[in-house]
């Protein structure tokens, strides 16, 4: 099973909950390989010497607290500074993941992706400081988000899959500890119209 996760391609066709391989359950629960990575992770934003508790991001206020980034309200006020993780990644611009998103659905939907996009993250980062998008790049049928963090693509890409169908494959470089999503929506045979009450 962690083979699966961690370097085979994992392809969800439309509407398909598992994967082949024997029917190992692929991406929608996710839980325990989320676990798996954590065990497994090398990532170098977060190896040497921890900052000491508490420390504060001058970039974006997270604290070092409790032995890992948080949102606080309050911290002392001659707590030393360091730079989180995810404000390196962002100042080096240095993902730790990709979601690709193209197809002809993209085209005629682009803004909406866009959209579904920034609300996730949003969502992500208000539990973890250091789940976030360093940035999005549009075009005409392609756009690229790319994240600090290894699990806010395969939220961004469930949650196109959940919506839209389409198809939805996901690789995990553990070597780089970099985590690849493509999402692709044709047309109307792959991605489904959104309903009234998505379309903003
Ligand atoms: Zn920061």
Redesign the pocket.
Known sequence: MRRVWHNKRIHLGKGTPMAGNGGVAAFITDSRKDRLIHERIHDPYKTGDKPPEPSV?P??K?VFKGGHWQWLKSWPMDSPTA??P??RRIRDNYPAGVVTMSGDFIRRHRQEIVNLARRHEKAERALHPLHRIISIEEHTDMVMVATTDIHLPKRIGQALHRAYKGSLDLHYEKECCFVRVNWTAGDERHGREPSPKKRR
Do not use: G, L, P, S
Request: overall charge neutral.
């Open positions: 991001c970039v974006c997270a730079i989180c995810a404000c």
